[in-house]
């Protein structure tokens, strides 16, 4: 398997820019979730999907942040319009099993390092 | 709230020196625990993890924790690490039966030759 595969690797933008990251799961993971990295506040979970339904989206910022999941093999996390403090690294991450269950673990992607000029 | 605590941010060690980073975790119910590593310019990869029953764990590349419930703790250990171990740790919990993890502020780990 490809792992978790995110794309654009890197991006860089102007403030009042629209940003669209993307994530691929790893084939037959049910949940998907999105993360965000920064220097200040370390590893925050931003919002998870089960069977591309969002269960939790309580660490989205504000509504400049939405996340979708269209399909079990696709989501995005898109920010409108971009601000200087969204800079940071945005990590996907997947999993799938039975909760407690051997092959419940959680499987980064590479991530996007997303800088707002 | 979850919450997990690193106490050390910066760890600086010579090669073949013996690794302890702390990890503390506060919830009330049953936990899991995490550890990941991330290499510079790398993705997040999991060291180990404990879920149930014996609360000495090993995982990839030498390293161990332990879980030791009455202290809250999930400690990670390896015994002589090497230069190639330079990394960011971070250690992670849930609660069982969830999927979210809530991540310390993580470990920088320097191994000087």
């Known amino acids: 398997d490809a792992g978790v595969i995110q794309s654009p690797r890197h991006e860089v933008t102007e403030m009042g820019q629209e940003v669209t990251l993307r994530c691929k799961p790893i084939?037959?993971?049910?949940?998907l979730f999105w993360y965000r990295q920064t220097m200040m506040r370390g590893l925050e979970l931003l919002i998870y999907?089960?069977?591309?339904?969002?269960?939790?989206d309580s660490g989205m910022p504000e509504d400049r942040f939405s996340a979708k999941m269209p399909n079990a093999s696709f989501s995005t996390l898109k920010i409108q319009p971009s601000e200087p403090r969204d800079s940071a690294v945005y990590f996907c991450?997947?999993?799938?099993?039975?909760?407690?269950?051997?092959?419940?673990?959680?499987?980064f992607g590479p991530g996007t390092r997303l800088t707002v000029l | 709230a979850q919450s997990v605590s690193q106490h050390n941010h910066h760890v600086i060690l010579s090669e073949a020196a013996s690794l302890e980073l702390g990890c503390n975790y506060s919830?009330?119910?049953?936990?899991?625990l995490f550890w990941y590593v991330q290499y510079p310019g790398q993705h997040l990869q999991l060291l180990l993890k404990y879920f149930s029953g014996d609360p000495l764990v090993k995982g990839i590349k030498g390293f161990e924790a332990e879980f030791i419930k009455s202290k809250f703790s999930f400690n990670l250990r390896k015994p002589s690490v090497q230069w190639s171990d330079t990394a960011e740790y971070f250690c992670?919990?849930?609660?069982?039966?969830?999927?979210?993890?809530?991540f310390g502020s993580g470990t920088r780990l320097q191994v000087q030759p």
């Open positions: 992670a919990s849930r609660g069982q039966g969830r999927r979210a993890l809530t």
């Open positions: 991450a997947s999993s799938g099993g039975l909760a407690g269950g051997p092959t419940d673990t959680q499987y």
């Open positions: 919830y009330g119910g049953t936990v899991n």
């Open positions: 999907f089960n069977n591309n339904v969002p269960i939790d």
């Open positions: 084939s037959g993971h049910d949940y």
